[in-house]
Every structure is written in structure tokens, then in C-alpha cells.
């Protein structure tokens, strides 16, 4: 499927809703679990509705969230480098802006948290829109579309997640695939990992039924832990860019930047390196 491969997956954290990797790097949000706010981040001496946006002009950076640990979203490649679709997709909106990209490990549970506590500017972490969520933060418009796909080890013929009797299922912290499957009566226990290798790890050694992920994240990891996807997508989802609500201006700069960078053709060139496809489209 994608046309960039790296030799082993890194980390342990979180998704999609899609999730915190073992590897520290020289981004690596060590605050998160402290609580306390970087001393090197822009968002740190927001005040103001307005402050952010003359903050990430005045230092030159924007500061976001991801997990890395997301592969091929972002992960942290076997030279310790944080890479993936998130990262260059990050790094191209804030080429649009005028600024450079610095991003911040954490935890993909604590992502909201870190955002309205100012701890980064955005977070460009594949985090799906929802009505929950835009009660306490907003939005940009989609960078790409997803959806929640059942995941079951080879060899079991489950042909999809409605054949599971008392199902004990994988999903990753945080993510709308737990509140999904929480809501389904079939499934006795929803087994949460810190990050999708954890998951599929998991279903290889047969400590669960079957797990429940993104479809592009289940694409780029099923063969390698023996899974296949078994029945239709689950539901579909939004994902977009991350915003506190004050920031109205920054919200604006980026659906300009992404309007821009998909009209001149680096949206699909990104989406082309990881993918082979154009995931805005499908």
C-alpha cells in the first residue's frame, strides 16, 4: 500500500482518534504528565484570545501535539527521527504560515487536556471530529477521512466484530474506537493498549479476540502481525487540526494554509508518499 516502509515500529503510547512513545526525542513534551508547560513553548505565555497568533510569528515556531506513536501517522523511525503523515503535513502548514513546525510528544489521551492548558499551540494528531470534543475545542476543516475498522488474527474466520460472542477487543486509550465498542453488547471487554503495536501485538500472541482501529493505521500493520480486516468499516470519521476555541485567527491561518497546500498539489504528494492514495478522497 505505501510506498515508504521503515524495518520496526517504535513505541508505546497512542489515536485516532486515533495514542506516547518509549523514545524520547528532542521535541518530546516531558510536561505532559508534570502538568507544568514547557519553558520553550510559544503557548505558554498566552494571556489572550489573539496572543497565539503573535506568538507563533514573533518566535518563528508553532507548536503541536501528536503521539507518535500512530504509525504511519507518526512514529519514530529506527534512528530515533519523529516521522509519518501528521509530521509532514504539520511541517507544510506551517511552511504556508511563514514559521517552522516544533512537535511535542504526548500522550494522545491527554492531548485535549495539553491543548486548553497551553502547553502547544495545535495539535496535528489524526484526532477525529466530534460533538464531544467540539464542546471544549474547535476544529480545522478535514485533512482527511478515516474510519473504524475490526481487526482479527488470520486463521479464525470471523468475518466481522457482529460474530463475537463475548468478545474481548483491543483499542488504543482516548480514542472514539472505545466509546464504540463500550456501546456494543456482544463485546464482554475492551482491552485498552497505549498504542496500536501494543494492540496488534496483543492479537499475534492471542490475548485478544480482535481490535478496532483505523483503517490506514490496520492497512500498514495487519500483515505484519498476521491480521486481516474482517467485515465493513464500522463507522466513518472527520479528522482534522486541533484548535483551542479563543484562537479564531489561527483557526482561520490553517484552513487557509491547508486550502493552499492541497490546491498546489503538496497535500497529495504527501498522501501519495505514505499511502500510494490521495486519503483526503476516500
Known sequence: MKKTFWP?????????????????????????????????SSASALSSAGETMKNIKSEGKITYALS????????????????GFDVDIADA?????????????????GIVAGLKGKRFDIAVASMAITDKRLKEINFTDPYYYDGAQFYAK?????????????????VCT????ETQLKNMSNIQQVVQFSSDVDNFMALQQGRIDGLVTSRFVGMENAKKYDAQAAGPLLYTEKIGVAVRKEDGDLLKALNDALGEIVKNGTYEKISDKW????????
Open 8 to 40: 520496526m515500529l517504535l513505541g508505546a503510547c497512542m489515536i485516532v482518534g486515533l495514542v506516547g512513545c518509549s523514545q524520547p526525542s528532542a521535541g518530546s513534551d516531558s510536561s505532559a504528565k508534570s502538568g507544568a508547560a514547557p519553558a520553550n
Open 68 to 83: 507518535g506513536a500512530y504509525p504511519p501517522f507518526s512514529y519514530y523511525d529506527t534512528s530515533g527521527k519523529l516521522v
Open 93 to 109: 502548514l506551517a511552511k504556508q504560515l511563514g514559521v517552522k513546525a516544533e512537535p511535542l510528544r504526548t500522550d494522545f489521551d
Open 154 to 170: 488470520k486463521g479464525t474466520g470471523l468475518k466481522s466484530i457482529a460474530e463475537l460472542k463475548d468478545g474481548k477487543v483491543g
Open 174 to 177: 482516548g480514542t472514539t474506537f
Open 275 to 282: 499511502f500510494s492514495t490521495n486519503i483526503m478522497e476516500h
